[in-house]
């Protein structure tokens, strides 16, 4: 079982940055690979980006590529996908999620996780 916790919303200018943070709570943190998706209103809930449980690969939906980074820090339990050259159309309530032992681009897949936070809203104005 592990908990996640969402931090780092907030309101931009388009151009802008902007860091999210999920902070995790338990021991085996390490072993589980770490996704952000997010959902817009009236839309369906979209991947976002993907680190495995190792940190060795990271994966991004193409709509953020190039913008969006996403790192963990096994130490502080904590892992964060920095936004830089945010546009309106990325304004969304954003949600982090954990796969015990995650490999490979199945972890583009919402159906694969079977831990989410509560999400932080993402709200980009042009």
């Known amino acids: 079982q592990v908990q996640l916790v969402e931090s780092g919303g907030g309101f931009v200018q388009a151009g802008g940055s902007l860091r999210l943070s999920c902070a995790a709570n338990g021991r085996t943190f390490s072993s589980y690979a770490l996704g952000w998706f997010r959902q817009a209103p009236g839309k369906e809930r979209e991947f976002v980006a993907a680190i495995t449980w190792s940190g060795g690969n990271t994966y991004y939906a193409d709509s953020v590529k190039g913008r969006f980074t996403i790192s963990r820090d096994n130490a502080k339990n904590t892992a964060y996908l920095q936004m830089n050259s945010l546009k309106p159309e990325d304004t969304a309530v954003y949600y982090c999620?954990?796969?015990?032992w995650g490999v490979g681009p199945h972890l583009k897949t919402l159906g694969e996780y079977e831990f989410w936070g509560q999400g932080t809203q993402v709200t980009v104005s042009s």
């Open positions: 999620a954990a796969n015990r």
